[in-house]
């Protein structure tokens, strides 16, 4: 069965620094998601990305926040100078025409 | 501005009893809501979809009912197992096909 790939599972950075995260998402699926999970809390939306261009984003996902869909098979989410505060659990979803969405296992960001 | 909540937060069920998970949301003009497991320290696994025509969608021991007009929906689990312990998200999808916004989850622990 097709499924959305994370990598890595965790990554461990010191406040400041960049972080590339990455994802495969399903195949022929056409729109693709980042979400957050700080620990303890909700689940929350960070961007969402159709046709090579973000539709929409959330307060959260400021100018250190992009995202990039380099090739046919790659999606990816980058901060640009990590904080404490970014370390979560950051998960890539993607979807079909069906609109059901698919979650990855997730990475693991800790900034130190 | 939707809210989505889960009540209770917790549950401890012996293993055979029926579970029975509440979600709310304060705006019923949703698209569609989403039912997910989420394992200790793991991704989201996709339970049931339902779409903002459908009252309720089945899978196996896994019943999900959808009112919109009450903003529920309530996530019924048969025969509950050990291996169902775990933490259930609910999402609302707010808008067609793009983000979704989470309630907190429910945790649940069936004992043997």
């Known amino acids: 069965e097709p499924e959305v790939t994370q990598t890595p599972s965790h990554q461990v950075t010191q406040m400041g620094q960049e972080v590339i995260l990455r994802c495969v998402p399903i195949?022929?699926?056409?729109?693709f998601y980042w979400y957050r999970q700080i620990l303890g809390q909700k689940v929350e939306f960070l961007v969402s990305f159709y046709n090579n261009e973000i539709s929409e984003k959330s307060e959260i996902f400021d100018d250190q926040f992009s995202v990039e869909r380099p090739d046919g098979s790659n999606f990816t989410l980058k901060i640009r100078s990590t904080k404490l505060e970014d370390s979560a659990m950051y998960f890539c979803?993607?979807?079909?025409?069906?609109?059901?969405?698919?979650f990855g296992p997730g990475t693991r960001l800790t900034v130190t | 501005k939707q809210e989505v909540t889960q009540i209770p937060a917790a549950l401890s069920v012996p293993e055979g009893e029926n579970l029975v998970l509440n979600c709310s949301f304060t705006d019923s003009a949703i698209y569609n809501l989403q039912w997910f497991r989420q394992d200790p320290g793991k991704g989201l696994t996709s339970l049931l979809l339902i779409q903002s025509s459908q009252r309720e969608q089945t899978s196996g021991r896994l019943n999900a009912s959808l009112d919109k007009s009450s903003g529920r929906s309530t996530l019924y689990i048969a025969a509950s197992q050990p291996g169902d312990s775990a933490t259930y998200l609910c999402a609302v999808y707010t808008d067609s096909w793009g983000k979704l916004q989470f309630g907190a989850g429910t945790q649940v622990v069936v004992t043997p």
């Open positions: 979803a993607s979807s079909g025409l069906a609109g059901e969405q698919y």
């Open positions: 195949s022929n699926h056409l729109y």
